[in-house]
């Protein structure tokens, strides 16, 4: 079965959730809300930059795929100069990868820019960023995965609202693409729904919860820990997602969450979707290790939103105000992260 963008997007907030009423209209303002930045909205016919900060993509029709899928979104495409390089698992060397993200930033002709993959790679560039150029040339930055390392880097030190949403060769369905659309075309505050034919979701913790919307891929967020790159998590809804990892893999991470003190600070907790992460033989579950870890914290929790490596993915942005209600497990997005 097929779902349209109404099947789970709703742009009327319910009472449970905000406990007021939204238009459902972009915000119009162009003030940064706590010193954070919004980037303008991209529009069609803008020019949408493309890097690859992390890893390459290594099929040259899987490349050309992505191109002909974000033309027909509407965009000018900028292909960043070492975007195609390859140097083992990375995307180019550090200094080639670093240099065609921050001409990126710098280009005036460039209005948006997206990763096109994840993979790895991004924590390697981090301690050579301009944060100061990113700052002063904020602009839609896009991408998941491995990427989670510059969302946290550019939201600390360039105070950057940036989008936790498809790389360039996501599957471009009537899904992910609606939602791309809503948050960063229209600056619209949505309510994300888990779709009806979406399997495997569940409750940790009843009750709703409001708060900064921060997160991404587990295992790029721990090997971050100690660093001077991370924001603060202090009433945060932290959501999360990943793949390939086995159970006790997910447990000795989010142990090291616990152990660093972030699961502490916590208001909410979100987990997407743990693609082919499996339990095996002699295994605790994948609802064993939440009871264990995230059920004690007492905060509105839940598995399954669509946030993933899989096709149909939500643009969450990152840093902006959310609401969460565990039990009806709903993603709210309280404020235009646009202007």
């Known amino acids: 079965m097929n779902f349209t963008r109404k099947d789970f997007l709703r742009t009327t907030a319910l009472a449970s959730l905000a406990g007021m009423t939204i238009s459902g209209t972009a915000c119009n303002t162009n003030l940064p809300v706590k010193g954070k930045i919004k980037p303008k909205a991209l529009k069609e016919g803008d020019t949408l930059g493309l890097i690859a900060p992390a890893s390459p993509i290594y099929e040259e029709s899987v490349f050309d795929e992505m191109l002909i899928n974000l033309t027909d979104l509407g965009f000018e495409l900028k292909l960043g100069k070492h975007v195609r390089n390859r140097n083992g698992y990375l995307a180019g060397t550090d200094q080639e990868r670093l240099e065609d993200l921050m001409n990126m930033f710098k280009d005036p002709k460039v209005d948006g820019i997206m990763c096109i993959r994840g993979g790895w ?167 064993q290790v939440f009871e264990d870890h995230i059920s004690p914290l007492n905060i509105p929790a839940f598995y399954g939103a669509m946030i993933s490596h899989e096709d149909d993915n939500v643009t969450i942005p990152f840093g902006i105000s959310g609401t969460i209600d565990a039990a009806t497990q709903i993603i709210r997005i309280n404020d235009s992260a646009v202007v």
């Not at 991004?122 to 896009?142: A, E, G, M, T």
């Not at 390939?244 to 893999?249: D, F, H, I, Q």
């Not at 989010?254 to 987990?271: H, M, P, R």
């Open 121 to 287: 790679g991004c924590n390697r560039i981090l301690p050579y960023i301009d944060y100061d150029v990113i700052r002063s040339n904020p602009k839609v930055f896009c991408g998941f995965s491995d990427i989670t390392s510059l969302h946290m880097a550019f939201y600390e030190r360039s105070d950057l609202y940036t989008f936790h949403g498809p790389v360039g060769k996501s599957v471009w369905n009537s899904f992910t693409t609606d939602s791309f659309k809503s948050i960063i075309w229209n600056g619209e505050e949505v309510e994300y729904m888990i779709p009806d034919n979406s399997k495997d979701q569940f409750t940790i913790t009843p009750g709703t919860a409001e708060g900064r919307l921060i997160g991404g891929n587990l295992s790029v967020l721990v090997s971050m820990i100690g660093s001077e790159y991370l924001p603060s998590f202090e009433g945060a809804i932290l959501f999360l997602e990943d793949i390939g990892e086995s159970v006790y893999r997910i447990d000795r991470m989010l142990t090291q969450l616990k152990l660093a003190g972030v699961l502490d600070q916590l208001s909410g907790f979100v987990f997407g979707k743990c693609t082919e992460c499996s339990a095996g033989n002699n295994s605790l579950t994948l609802e």
